[in-house]
């Protein structure tokens, strides 16, 4: 499969018109059909179906094309970074970061972030912590903020900052009153658990705090984003465990009660390839250190 077809692919399926796509793309249209028909036999499927003298998109080409944005989108990021390396005008430097620290460490972070050299772009792409050290390793990324402690010969890390845990319920809740809440209170509550994959997360973290204690929590819902979570809360499905920097998602349906249980908390982690020593990266691990440290 080659990029162009995809590119053509696009093309056609957002103008439901081969005649209207060929003229675009600036091609004859044979080509074109020809281009798209061999990506059809390549993929095993067809993507688009002849109502009439037009066409539309089949199930799997609407699949297809809802897929392939973030492709596109994330080439076009590359080339234009590519290209600004090229001409020396800025340098690229990719972040990843789990959606959570967005409410505590990263805003600020990224503020002083970018201050540290204007001639360095910073790229922020949301991903999980397992996410991160894939990245990291094949170099998507340069640092990445997470919240699990894994490990890997690879990966250098850092903690930042160990965050205790609180409870998110519906603000309707009977415990929701509460200034603290006990393991005891929660164990009993249906518990709306993120994210659901890729394994292990933040998930497998609050579940083996859990069996630590000697608990199996009631896992009623598995979701792939803190906000839904919280929405599913909100709509009185569950409760949730989740950072307390979480508190910062304001919402008037949803209390958050402190957990008065010691070891439940999460880490705040910065990590990044053992073999890069650029000086950019010795400066954002110094920053991350210092503003760890309360500076």
Same mark, same amino acid.
């Given at each position: 499969m080659e990029l162009r077809q995809i590119r053509y692919f696009r093309q056609v399926a957002t103008e439901l018109s081969f005649t209207r796509a060929a003229r675009m793309l600036h091609? $004859?249209?044979p080509p074109l059909s020809r281009q798209i028909k061999l990506l059809e036999e390549e993929l095993g *499927?067809?993507?688009f179906e002849r109502i009439g003298r037009g066409i539309r998109l089949t199930d799997a080409g609407r699949y297809f094309l809802d897929q392939t944005e973030n492709l596109t989108r994330k080439l076009e990021e590359v080339v234009k970074a590519t290209q600004r390396i090229g001409h020396k005008d800025k340098r690229w430097f990719g972040l990843g970061f789990v959606p959570s620290t967005l409410y505590g460490f990263m805003p600020q972070f990224i503020a002083r972030l970018r201050a540290l050299d204007t001639q360095v772009d910073i790229g922020l792409i949301e991903m999980t912590t397992l996410q991160q050290f894939d990245a990291l390793k094949t170099g998507r990324i340069d640092v990445g903020i997470g919240r699990i402690l894994l490990h890997d010969d690879e990966v250098e890390r850092l903690v930042? =900052?160990?965050? =205790? !845990? *609180?409870?998110a319920l519906p603000v309707h809740h009977s415990l929701a009153k509460h200034k603290k809440l006990t393991l005891e209170d929660v164990v009993p509550q249906?518990? !709306?658990?993120?994210? $659901?994959r890729p394994r292990p997360s933040y998930a497998d973290h609050v579940c083996d705090l859990f069996r630590v204690k000697g608990y199996t929590p009631d896992v009623i819902q598995e979701v792939n984003e803190l906000q839904t979570a919280i929405g599913l809360v909100a709509a009185g499905v569950g409760v949730a465990l989740v950072p307390e920097s979480v508190r910062g998602l304001l919402r008037a349906d949803v209390a958050y009660v402190d957990l008065d249980e010691p070891g439940f908390t999460s880490p705040v982690m910065l990590s990044w390839r053992k073999n890069d020593d650029s000086v950019f990266l010795k400066q954002v691990v110094d920053l991350a250190r210092t503003m760890a440290s309360g500076k």
């Amino acid at each position: 499969m080659e990029l162009r077809q995809i590119r053509y692919f696009r093309q056609v399926a957002t103008e439901l018109s081969f005649t209207r796509a060929a003229r675009m793309l600036h091609m $004859a249209q044979p080509p074109l059909s020809r281009q798209i028909k061999l990506l059809e036999e390549e993929l095993g *499927v067809d993507l688009f179906e002849r109502i009439g003298r037009g066409i539309r998109l089949t199930d799997a080409g609407r699949y297809f094309l809802d897929q392939t944005e973030n492709l596109t989108r994330k080439l076009e990021e590359v080339v234009k970074a590519t290209q600004r390396i090229g001409h020396k005008d800025k340098r690229w430097f990719g972040l990843g970061f789990v959606p959570s620290t967005l409410y505590g460490f990263m805003p600020q972070f990224i503020a002083r972030l970018r201050a540290l050299d204007t001639q360095v772009d910073i790229g922020l792409i949301e991903m999980t912590t397992l996410q991160q050290f894939d990245a990291l390793k094949t170099g998507r990324i340069d640092v990445g903020i997470g919240r699990i402690l894994l490990h890997d010969d690879e990966v250098e890390r850092l903690v930042l =900052r160990d965050e =205790r !845990i *609180v409870v998110a319920l519906p603000v309707h809740h009977s415990l929701a009153k509460h200034k603290k809440l006990t393991l005891e209170d929660v164990v009993p509550q249906p518990l !709306i658990l993120y994210p $659901a994959r890729p394994r292990p997360s933040y998930a497998d973290h609050v579940c083996d705090l859990f069996r630590v204690k000697g608990y199996t929590p009631d896992v009623i819902q598995e979701v792939n984003e803190l906000q839904t979570a919280i929405g599913l809360v909100a709509a009185g499905v569950g409760v949730a465990l989740v950072p307390e920097s979480v508190r910062g998602l304001l919402r008037a349906d949803v209390a958050y009660v402190d957990l008065d249980e010691p070891g439940f908390t999460s880490p705040v982690m910065l990590s990044w390839r053992k073999n890069d020593d650029s000086v950019f990266l010795k400066q954002v691990v110094d920053l991350a250190r210092t503003m760890a440290s309360g500076k």
